[in-house]
């Protein structure tokens, strides 16, 4: 039973690190898309004559 609680443990550690790191790669993918938005921003021409 002793083994058990620590698989138990080590799977919700792993689980947590899981998370963290998905964490991690949303945000720095929504960084990364603001910073091609704010690169883009600078043509609101090409916005105006598509309407």
């Not at 998370?19 to 938005?37: A, K, N, R």
């Not at 921003?41 to 916005?47: A, F, I, K, R, V």
């Amino acid at each position: 039973m002793v083994f058990q609680q620590i698989e138990r443990s080590q799977r919700k550690g792993k689980k947590w690190l899981i998370w963290v790191i998905v964490g991690l790669l949303l945000f720095s993918m929504i960084g990364y898309v603001l910073t091609l938005d704010e690169a883009v921003d600078p043509l609101p021409e090409s916005e105006e004559a598509i309407d």
